[in-house]
């Protein structure tokens, strides 16, 4: 699966008619294009760095993408649009992504920058940390650690970190609450910290969302270790 | 303290000749502002415990904070405030190596997953 995130920036987040606007705009440029899945949604309180809206494409082949490419180019750089940061990457599969829930209420990505000094272990050991934080949290409904393959915006990104949640309290509560997150996962996010490998800032965004969107191929047992 | 106490902990190994300078700089330069993002300096320890010029010593320092929000909004404000990994840059010439955890006591572990 070929998926292009797009966060964007508008000039006045306040104006709620502008917003719907581009909304209304940016859902059927993606309706229109070949994608098999999309997401197009204002953020939700509580994002950093998250941006306004957020636009979410899945496409079957990287070939879908090009061709639509340029109409999502389009709406997505409208007047009332003040900046965007794009990414686009292969979902991961395998041990990488996994689902235990199929109805999820708010969809989450975590863009971030693994510096190009860390290390092979140092990377090593930070996914396989990011990747048993569902084996501990039951909240986590779906997930999907990605690299990402194509970057713009200015912004340097080479891993993309989503998940799915049935409601903000699993994100903001059981997600973010949990030991391993504090306690294991955020040393690599920490500047205080000598082993940190992810340089500021991340983009940590989230809205809501009415359909499964991660596209783990199969359901993974949730009690199974992340490698 | 309370069973939902979290613990900060830096280890630092200070270059022999070194630890006074760098003892008092913790003191007078970091601990306001890491006091000012909400962490509480439990404790400040050295080994060797002797002021020893020809001896490297390691510095310990324990941070407490009270639950993961508390946490969470310490960690947030360093991350506003460059202030922090700067100073830590600036020790680099008197460090041979450190370390920064985050610790729990072992009974509050359960209780603290169950979020």
């Given at each position: 699966m070929y998926k292009v995130t797009r966060v964007l920036d508008l000039?006045?987040?306040?104006d709620e008619l502008t917003t719907a606007m581009a909304v209304k705009r940016l859902r059927s440029a993606a309706d229109a294009s070949p994608a098999i899945a999309t997401l197009v949604a204002p953020t939700l309180p509580?994002?950093?760095?998250?941006?306004d809206l957020l636009v979410h494409l899945q496409f079957r082949e990287h070939d879908d993408w090009l061709r639509s490419r340029s109409a999502i180019d389009e709406a997505t750089s409208?007047?009332?649009?003040?900046s965007l940061r794009s990414v686009e990457y292969i979902g991961a599969t395998g041990d990488r992504a996994g689902r235990?829930?199929?109805?999820?209420q708010v969809y989450r990505t975590l863009l971030l920058n693994v510096e190009d000094s860390a290390s092979p272990e140092q990377l090593h050991h930070f996914e396989r940390a990011t990747l048993a934080m569902p084996q501990h949290i039951q909240a986590i409904g779906a997930w999907q650690l990605s690299r990402v393959v194509h970057v713009e915006g200015g912004s340097r990104y080479t891993h993309v970190w989503e998940q799915e949640f049935s409601d903000l309290a699993d994100l903001h509560c059981a997600y973010m609450f949990h030991p391993i997150h504090?306690?294991?996962?955020?040393r690599w996010f920490d500047?205080?910290?000598?082993?940190?490998?992810i340089a500021d800032r991340v983009c940590h965004s989230f809205c809501a969302s009415t359909a499964p969107l991660i596209d783990a191929v199969e359901a993974t047992n949730p009690h199974a270790r992340a490698r | 303290m309370t069973t939902d106490t979290i613990y900060v902990v830096d280890r630092v190994l200070v270059r022999s000749g070194h630890a006074r300078e760098f003892i008092d700089a913790y003191l007078d330069q970091y601990v306001p502002r890491a006091t000012a993002r909400g962490?509480?300096?439990d404790r400040l320890l050295m080994t060797p415990p002797v002021w020893d010029d020809d001896e490297e010593h390691v510095v310990t320092a324990t941070w407490t904070v009270e639950g993961p929000k508390e946490w969470w909004a310490a960690a947030v404000a360093a991350r506003h405030d460059p202030t922090a990994s700067d100073w830590w840059r600036s020790m680099e010439p008197m460090v041979i190596e450190r370390t920064r955890t985050t610790e729990a006591e072992p009974a509050a572990v359960e209780r603290m997953s169950r979020v």
């Open positions: 000039h006045d987040p306040d509580g994002v950093r760095n998250g941006g409208d007047s009332s649009v003040r235990r829930s199929w109805s999820p504090w306690g294991l996962v955020d500047p205080e910290c000598p082993d940190q490998i | 962490l509480v300096l």
